[in-house]
């Protein structure tokens, strides 16, 4: 079983704090500092040019990718980090539209992360070969899934509800008709038991600075099922992704399986932070780490709906069809959580009316859930979020 008391106390989290939006930043890893402070240190301010070889900074990309791959049930060797979300969803896009060139309608949802949806547009606008980009509700994509579709592009967590699609069914339906899948695991990763292997994915994106807790702005990752992984054209052929980078050819080609999607430099102080961050994960078990995020999410749930009737549930309430967040519609929901943040209870806003709430049990546990409930009931049933200071919105919400 794992020991989920140990891994709270390897982060830092403010004290009087109970942090629920991991969802969207992770706090800090106790490790994290001195790590960094090596990386700056001992191999930048040391070796200068040197570390790319003596701290082994070039191979930091794919190393790194290995122990994400871990995490979400991928094979070793075929998850790459660097860059941002966006420009890996506009990688794999890129690649699964030009392996059907015959079909022209990217699938996705109105739950999709609207950056997904951007990118997919701008790739559209840019090839102007007549593709379409197809969104409908979350509940329609399996029916939706027809010998017209290219690729489906679909977040497995509903980052508003925490709505959780099933992707091994989901990719044998898009098999099934020949369309490829892509699965961004910005909500997944660090916070389900995901099995991209097992399930078939062709391609998956995602982050590491929400449950994996890299920090702000940590890289993002690519996976490319091996399937793929030598046929897949990188649309963004930058060239740490050449074969031979060194070589510094005027032309280009493709280096061999994931390394293909590497695009420039590797943020190396971004990656050592990250690195710090998965240490934390090395002795938990990605199913004990579900059945604990079910088990807390579904304490905070009924809590909430029993202290505070004025809050209405957004998220599922079968905790096997969501992801690791609980989510209430209300209708000044900004003022209310700006409220919850004043008295040391951190959750985030999501337009037009979801108040937010993320569980990650590396550190939380149920004592922190009932504290914050308390804090809840305090707030809502005091209508002590009307105040205007609470009314006045932050450029980030």
Not at 107 to 125: R, W
Not at 239 to 250: C, R, T, V
Not at 336 to 351: E, K, N, P, S, T
Request: hydrophobic share 45%; proline share 5%; charged share 25%.
């Amino acid at each position: 079983m794992t020991d989920f008391a140990a891994t709270k106390a390897l982060f830092h989290i403010p004290d009087g704090m109970i942090y629920l939006d991991g969802n969207s930043l992770g706090p800090l890893p106790k490790a994290a500092p001195a790590r960094v402070a090596k990386a700056m240190t001992e191999e930048w301010g040391e070796m200068l040019i040197t570390g790319w070889n003596k701290a082994g900074w070039m191979a930091k990309a794919t190393e790194v990718g290995d122990r994400v791959a871990k995490l979400i049930g991928a094979e070793a060797g075929h998850v790459v980090m660097g860059d941002t979300l966006s420009i890996k969803v506009y990688q794999a896009l890129a690649s699964a539209l030009e392996m059907r060139p015959e079909r022209k309608v990217i699938l996705s949802d109105s739950g999709n992360f609207p950056s997904d949806l951007y990118m997919a547009e701008g790739l559209i606008k840019s090839l102007d070969q007549g593709h379409e980009l197809r969104i409908v509700a979350p509940e329609e994509v399996e029916a939706n899934i027809t010998e017209e579709v290219a690729v489906t592009l679909i977040t497995e967590v509903d980052y508003r509800t925490g709505r959780l699609h099933d992707m091994k069914a989901l990719t044998q339906k898009a098999h099934s008709v020949g369309a490829l899948t892509i699965w961004d695991l910005a909500h997944t990763a660090g916070a389900t038991d995901v099995k991209l292997s097992e399930a078939g994915a062709d391609f998956a994106v995602g982050c590491t600075y929400k449950y994996l807790n890299g920090g702000p702005g940590a890289p993002a990752f690519i996976y490319v099922a091996p399937k793929h992984a030598e046929e897949v054209r990188p649309a963004l052929s930058g060239w740490l992704g050449h074969e031979a980078p060194f070589a510094f050819d005027l032309g280009y080609r493709a280096g061999a399986g994931i390394e293909r999607m590497r695009v420039g430099t590797p943020p190396i102080l971004a990656l050592a932070s990250l690195e710090a961050a998965l240490d934390a994960w090395d002795d938990v078990d990605m199913s004990d780490l579900r059945a604990r995020s079910q088990a807390l999410t579904q304490l905070f749930l009924e809590e909430v709906e029993r202290r505070c009737p004025m809050l209405a549930l957004a998220s599922p309430r079968d905790p096997a069809a969501r992801g690791s967040q609980i989510s209430f519609a209300f209708e000044e929901g900004y003022a209310a959580m700006q409220a919850l943040i004043a008295r040391g209870v951190i959750g985030d806003f999501r337009a037009p009316n979801i108040m937010r709430f993320g569980f990650t049990p590396l550190f939380i546990d149920e004592g922190d859930v009932l504290r914050a409930c308390d804090v809840i009931e305090e707030v809502m049933a005091g209508k002590l979020w009307d105040k205007p200071e609470y009314h006045a919105r932050a450029a980030v919400t």
